[in-house]
């Protein structure tokens, strides 16, 4: 397994070379980090690269006067998909909101070095009918069957917190050029796990730690906190990140929480709330958190009962 990854030191050192570097040159430096928008209405978008474009229409790009508009589309480009907006977006009177992005651990899976040459691969770029997709092995392959009986192998070749990159490989009736993104999601976390550990170098407590970061980066906190105690029980030296532990049951707590707090909150959805507040482990919480998910308990039952009432008031 290849990893891109950057020790800390390495990366405050990056960081401040970019910050520094954004100041006397914004352009150049957004244009070579990935960054994370914060639009007027409080939505964040990325980390993602940024192009600045004139228009968003093929036809128009293809044609040769149209490079002569102002530049006032932003295309953000996370890997997984394309997000467009207007400037005025991110723009606070001369300044735009952004912040840089810290570089993100990617893991690179052997499948990279199979994968169908694109110059001399037949070239998917559409479907007649939907294929059938098998599942992933633990190498991170699956084959596609056509309706024509024609089989093409798929491989994961690259995997970073926002995106796993499955591409087209050799195969015994022929080399299909085929370069796709999914999201983590879209792969059954047990089927991402035995991919992960499959090509995790066994003898580096590296490489593990870098599957802790991916996750923790994904926002996926309890799949961080197992993988990490797996590391420290392969490698005793590892103990000294025992801290992290309690960390990330903290996190994952929070995350419960505010998907409670959305759930009875936006969409009125009290009875989901509950069941929400009720799975919470309460050894894993801080007292602050254990007080806020009994007062939340207290205001959605209340809720719930007011909620009762009118309906009863209504069918009378």
Known sequence: MRTRSIPLAAKLITAAIAFSSSIANPASSIA?????????????????????????????AMNSSAGAGAKVIVEADDDLRRVYFHRIQITDGNNER????????????????RAADTRRSQPITAFAE????????????RYYRFSDGKIAVQGITEIAPSYVRVE????????????MRLSLNAIPPETLRAILLRNADPTKARSYLDIVELYETAKRYTEAR???VYAMQKFPELESNRSSLKRYDQLAADQLFTIADIAKRKAGQHAFAKRVLDSFDYDLLSLETKLKVERQKELAAEEKSELDTVMQWIRE
């Open 32 to 60: 070579q980090n990935r960054v994370y928008f914060t639009l007027n209405n409080g939505i964040t978008i990325g980390p993602a690269l940024r192009s600045d474009i004139d228009t968003i229409k093929k036809e128009a």
């Open 226 to 228: 197992e993988m990490l």
């Open 168 to 179: 087209g490989l050799q195969g015994a009736e022929g080399d299909f050029a085929w370069d």
């Open 130 to 141: 939907s294929p059938q997709p098998f599942e992933f092995s633990d190498l991170g392959r």
């Open 98 to 113: 952004w912040t840089i992005a810290r570089p993100q651990v990617k893991i690179e899976l052997p499948n990279k070095d």
